[in-house]
C-alpha cells in the first residue's frame, strides 16, 4: 500500500524520541500499519544529537511541514499554546491529519480543533498528551467503552510525585527536594506547572471530557498545588495510616462532575499509593468492569514516544476510512443533551473528608472552642492528635474530620484562624478512600 508520510515538527526530548523509535522500529510499525510510515520532513531550531538526519528534508519553519502537500500526518512537538494552535490548524487547513503530545493545546483548545478537524474530515491524535506512555485515553475511550464511568483519580505528573515521595521516604522540606529534582531534570527552572497543579490539571480535563462526553472545561478545573506540604504533613498523614498524593480527581455525582487537582491523603493500602518517584498511574472506576488501575512512565523521551507513535500507527490504518466511522475523539458519537449539560461543580460544593493542621497556644479552652466551630459547621472529628508544645509554647494539633461540604471546610477554617490563640494559616488537605463503595 502507499506508504504514509510523516511530517516532525519539534526535535526536542519526545520528538527526538519519535524519530528514532519511528526509524528504529520501521519495519515491526509497517507490518502493524498495513503500509509503511516513514518520515517526510522533519522541522526543528536546535539539532538533536541522538537523531540521523542523514537523507531527510529539514527545516527551521514548522509551517512549511503543515504546508508540505507530500506530507500526510503533521506531529506537533514544539509544545506551548498559541504557535502550536495556529500550527494544527493550518495543518488540518490543508488535509493534515495531526498527531500531538501537547496536553495544554487539547485542554485549552480542543474543542476548536477538533470541530476544524471534523469539518476537514481529518484525524487528531493525542494519546501522549496524558501520561506520556501509558495508553490510558485508548483504554478510557475503547477498551472501557462498556461502562459508565464513575470516577477517574490519578497521579499525572511526575515531578510533583517525586517530590512526595522523597518527602516522605527521607523526611526532607519540599524546597529541598525541588532543587534536587531540578538539578536532575525532572523540574523545569521554573516549576509552577508542575508544583501548581496546571500540568496535572490539564491532563485532567482530558480525561474528564472522555470519560463523560462532555466538552473540553479547563478553565473550571480546581487547581492546588503542593508547595505548602510540610514534612511535618507527610510524617501526620504516615502516623495516620495514610500517604499525601497530589491527584487529579474526576466525579460523577448528581450534582454534576467534580473537576480538581490538589494534594490528597490516601490510604496506605490503596494502589495509588504505592506508585512512588517519577511515575504516572490513573485508577478508572467503571460501573461493568469496577476499578481498574493504569500505570508507567508518565514522561521522557522514548515512553512518550511510544504514545506519539502508537497514534500514527493508528492514523495509518483509519487514513482511509470515513470520518464518520473512526472513533470518536473525545469517545462519544455526539454530545447527548443530558450529558453534555452536566455542570462542573464549584470547588465549594464537592464533599471530602479533611486532614487539619494547626498551631495553638498552649492554654485550656482553646482546643474546646475549635471543637465547637467545627460542630457549629457540622463537621465531626475522626480523629485528633495533640503533641507536645514546641518553643514558644505553641502546640502542634493535627485533626482528621469525616466528610463534610467544602464550604462549611472553609468557614470554619476562616473562624479558626480569627482565633486569638491561633499562630498562622490552617493546613488543609482533602482525604480520598478511592475505594470501590464511594
Known sequence: MKPVR???????????????????????????????????????????????????????????????????????????????????????????????????????????????????????????????????????????????????????????????????????????????????????????????????????????????????????????????VTAEDVEQADNLGYVIKHLGISKRTDLGLELRVHPTLIPKERLLANVHGVKNAIAVMGDAVGPTLYYGAGAGAEPTASSVVADILDVARDIATDHHYRVPYLAFSGISEDVSQLPIMPMEEIHSAYYLRLLAVDRPGVLARVATILSEQGISIEALIQKEATEGELVPIILMTHRTVEKQMNEAIRQIEAMADIAGPVTRIRVESLDEQE
Open 6 to 228: 510523516v511530517g516532525i515538527c519539534g526535535l526536542g526530548t519526545v520528538g527526538g524520541g519519535t524519530f528514532n523509535v519511528l526509524t528504529r522500529n520501521a519495519d515491526d510499525i509497517a507490518r502493524r500499519a498495513g503500509r509503511p510510515i516513514v518520515i517526510e520532513q522533519v522541522a526543528y531550531r536546535t539539532p538533536n544529537p541522538e537523531c540521523d538526519l542523514t537523507g531527510l528534508k529539514t527545516t527551521a519553519d514548522v509551517f512549511e511541514v503543515a504546508t508540505n502537500p507530500d506530507v500526510d500526518v503533521l506531529v506537533e512537538l514544539i509544545g506551548g499554546y498559541d504557535v502550536a494552535r495556529e500550527l494544527v490548524l493550518t495543518a488540518i487547513e490543508h488535509g493534515k491529519h495531526v498527531v500531538t503530545a501537547n496536553k495544554a493545546l487539547i485542554a485549552v483548545h480542543g474543542n476548536e480543533i477538533f470541530e476544524a478537524a471534523h469539518a476537514k474530515g481529518v484525524i487528531v491524535a493525542f494519546e501522549a498528551a496524558v501520561a506520556g506512555g501509558i495508553p490510558v485515553i485508548k483504554s478510557l475511550r475503547e477498551g472501557l467503552g462498556a461502562n459508565r464511568i464513575e470516577w477517574v483519580a490519578g497521579i499525572i505528573n511526575g515531578t510533583g510525585n517525586y517530590i512526595l515521595t522523597h518527602m516522605r521516604d527521607e523526611g526532607r522540606a519540599f524546597e529541598d527536594v525541588l532543587a534536587e529534582a531540578q538539578a536532575l531534570g525532572y523540574a523545569e527552572a521554573d516549576p509552577t506547572f508542575d508544583v501548581e497543579g496546571i500540568d496535572a490539571a490539564h491532563k485532567l480535563t482530558i480525561l474528564a471530557s472522555i470519560a463523560y462526553g462532555v466538552p473540553l472545561q479547563f478553565e473550571k478545573a480546581y487547581t492546588e498545588g503542593i508547595s505548602r
